[in-house]
């Protein structure tokens, strides 16, 4: 199984990932970090799975109905064509968003008589036991799970086993957890799949692009809003757990989680795109995770629902992806001090009190938090952290965690001229003495560019954020030569790596995609929009056929590694196309 063979489906209460095979081979339900109930992902041999296919098992072509999340998947062999449909339902009904925990699958004959084979065989979580299958008129109902499990269809139930069977008509298929579909399923299936249609159009219509990079950012935004859980305001990192950063790296983390920094990254990226709403559900979750926690003392992760019990763990008898184990459930990094998280939520919170289209959300609370947040990241400047790649090494100071406690005091100062005028001046000396520290502490003549810890002589992507963050003129010499460094050298065949230490589990030997973005987004920041095109234009060879990107690229095969779909690598490209793209006005 290959990453660039999977289409991602869902509606911002589950998600699934569906091979080119027919294979629905992930899906967690009822929501992001439950127990997967389809899991070939991470074992071909014994993981759930819900399989509709050719009969001679003829690959499929993918692809999406237009400016939307509802995936087709066409199939030709001798006997005949047809088509896969494949949708979470999502759209407005009695003035709010119904989002059902449903999977539908609506199976076309194109011509012909092709012959096809459909066999659903969920799993009962990490146990991969199967669980009891009972059989009504035109439904099979899965016995075990905490909530009622039940697939309903107008196929035979005698061909649901795998058999294989000639296509005469149009069949339906739709798995539900919780309360089971009663209607009649031509009639709903073709209503739920229209007006989902007509949701996601509606909703690309409505969002902001550039010029050039279209089609690519359309998709990446419409992905990226698929790992928003609009329950809670949770934006989760990714929707898997354990494909390896590279192969046998043993790099493989569950990243089915709300990192707060990457949530910060997902904020701009729909400010970009013209969408706020997303914005307001996060504050509310934060404000949540905030009351649980009165001494400040934030994880860096947290389960979609708020809760910090996320305890790592290895699962034994699970053989990985494509072989690759561990299989890690749960992050050690909800332990860690990640020291930068308090400027990004600064960062998050800031355009409340900024931008006057969102003067309505203004509050003593909000405002108080935000305070708070900017003094404590000016508190632990400077002290080890983990930092943003979570070391799991000796923490040292990380200059890109001060670098972000600079902006939370430089953001909050801006704040307080506007909206509490007596601690301007506290927070303008606090930004004065932190940017001080970090010329003084990082800046390193050996490399010309600043180190990514106090004194050392290490290169870290993440410091090309120093130009977005304008913690330097434009035309300053030191923030060129950051940049340079930087790009000289971590880069590879023209991507980036984040860094080229030994962090445990020795160098890393992928690129991590989002780095390459950064550079395009520093390189269109300082005025080199040439530079910044060119290498926008090269990175699309890392996109999947569907246009969907992973954690990692392995440069000398061209093939994604890492949790995918990734929220941080469709970030950086919604930022990066926005940056090295021309304004309309220049081109209309």
């Not at 027919?22 to 759930?48: K, M, N, Q, T, Y």
């Not at 066999?119 to 439904?139: D, F």
């Not at 069949?171 to 739920?192: I, K, N, Q, T, Y």
């Not at 050298?489 to 992928?510: E, H, I």
Request: proline share 5%.
């Amino acid at each position: 199984m290959r990453l660039e063979d999977l289409g991602l489906i869902g509606n911002c209460q589950f998600s699934a990932l569906i091979e080119r095979t027919g294979s629905v081979a992930w899906c967690c339900l009822p929501r992001f970090d439950s127990e997967p109930v389809f899991s070939r992902l991470l074992d071909h041999e014994e993981g759930g799975h819900f399989t509709v296919r050719a009969c001679d098992d003829t690959m499929g072509t993918q692809r999406y109905v237009d400016n939307t999340n509802v995936l087709e998947t066409s199939f030709h062999t001798d006997s005949g064509a047809f088509r896969l449909l494949d949708f979470a339902p999502r759209f407005v009904q009695y003035s709010r968003v119904f989002r059902p925990t449903q999977l539908f699958r609506i199976i076309e004959p194109i011509e012909g008589t092709p012959r096809i084979r459909a066999l659903c065989e969920p799993r009962l979580g990490w146990s991969k036991a199967a669980p009891v299958q009972l059989h009504g008129s035109n439904h099979v109902r899965f016995e075990g799970f905490a909530s009622p499990l039940r697939l309903t269809t107008d196929i035979p139930l005698s061909y649901l086993g795998g058999h294989a069977f000639a296509l005469t008509q149009r069949r339906h298929m739709v798995l539900s957890w919780g309360p089971p579909v009663e209607e009649p399923l031509p009639a709903l299936c073709d209503r739920f799949l229209s007006e989902t249609i007509r949701y996601w159009q509606q909703w690309v219509k409505h969002c902001n692009i550039p010029p050039l990079y279209q089609q690519e950012v359309i998709r990446s935004a419409l992905a990226l809003k698929l790992h928003c859980f609009e329950d809670t305001g949770a934006i989760v990192a990714a929707m898997t757990t354990s494909i390896p950063e590279a192969p046998g790296s043993g790099r493989n983390w569950d990243y089915r989680y709300c990192w707060l920094r990457d949530a910060y990254y997902a904020l701009g990226a729909f400010r970009l795109l013209g969408h706020f709403e997303e914005r307001e559900h996060f504050i509310n979750y934060l404000l949540n995770v905030v009351a649980g926690t009165p001494d400040l003392m934030l994880s860096p992760l947290y389960r979609v629902d708020g809760r910090s019990d996320l305890e790592e763990r290895v699962l034994d008898n699970w053989p990985g992806f494509g072989g690759h184990g561990p299989v890690r459930v749960g992050n050690g990094a909800a332990k860690h001090s990640q020291n930068d998280i308090f400027g990004e939520m600064v960062l998050a919170l800031a355009p409340i009190f900024l931008d006057e289209r969102f003067s309505a959300e203004r509050s003593k609370t909000t405002l108080d938090l935000l305070e708070r947040l900017a003094r404590k990241a000016i508190s632990i400047v400077g002290t080890p952290d983990a930092g943003i790649w979570e070391y799991r090494t000796e923490w040292k100071p990380q200059t890109f965690s001060s670098l972000m406690c600079w902006a939370a005091a430089d953001r909050m100062a801006r704040v307080a001229q506007r909206h509490a005028r007596p601690q301007e001046q506290e927070f303008r000396h606090a930004a004065s003495r932190i940017h001080e520290e970090i010329m003084s502490q990082a800046w390193s003549e050996d490399l010309g560019g600043f180190a990514g810890t106090y004194g050392g002589r290490d290169l870290d992507a993440a410091l090309l954020q120093a130009a977005s963050m304008r913690l330097l003129s434009v035309d300053d010499p030191k923030l060129h030569g950051t940049i340079d460094a930087i790009w000289k050298g971590l880069s590879k065949d023209g991507w980036l790596f984040r860094y080229r230490l030994d962090d445990g589990f020795g160098q890393p030997t992928v690129a991590f995609i989002i780095c390459t973005f950064w550079l395009v987004e520093a390189l269109a920041a300082i005025g080199r929009a040439e530079e910044a095109k060119a290498v926008m234009n090269q990175v699309h060879s890392a996109l999947s056929p569907l246009g969907l990107l992973s954690e990692d690229y392995e440069t000398s095969n061209l093939r994604m590694w890492g949790n995918f779909p990734q929220a941080y690598s469709h970030v950086g490209l919604i930022h990066a196309a926005f940056a090295a793209s021309p304004r309309w006005a220049d081109v209309l």
